[in-house]
Nanobody, 126 residues
Framework: VQLQASGGGLVQAEGSLRLSCAAS????????MAWFRQAPGKEREFVTA????????YYADSVKGRFTISRDNAKNTVYLQMNSLKPEDTAVYYC????????????????????WGGGTLVTVSS
């Protein structure tokens, strides 16, 4: 499975961006899809995840109420709608996927993901 993230850019604080992550290859093996981010000098952190059917989601506290994850399985694509962006949201955002079923009841760990896409940079100016 290959993942390709896109949609990053420069935005002012309180602005919005929508990231996309397109999956290709053996996509039938994909269950959970997730977004992580990594700011300069910091570890990669969980942002949000969604289960295979799109009915269960989980968000990090730092983005809850501002970010929305969704997926379109017909297009093998997951989206991250980011609203009310803050300078502290500045990071490289990565999409990831794994083969295991996901309940949507807990965050996912980077080490637990099976597939990763390249990152897309989001910069939020104050």
């Amino acid at each position: 499975v290959q993942l390709q993230a896109s949609g990053g850019g420069l935005v002012q604080a309180e602005g919005s961006l929508r990231l996309s992550c397109a999956a290709s290859g053996h996509t039938n093996s994909v269950n959970a899809m997730a977004w992580f981010r990594q700011a300069p000098g910091k570890e990669r952190e969980f942002v949000t995840a969604i289960n295979r059917t799109g009915t269960r989601t989980y968000y990090a506290d730092s983005v809850k109420g501002r970010f929305t994850i969704s997926r379109d399985n017909a297009k093998n694509t997951v989206y991250l709608q980011m609203n009310s962006l803050k300078p502290e949201d500045t990071a490289v955002y990565y999409c990831a996927a794994n083969r295991r079923p996901y309940s949507g009841m807990h965050p996912l760990r980077p080490a637990g993901m099976d597939y990763w896409g390249g990152g897309t940079l989001v910069t939020v100016s104050s």
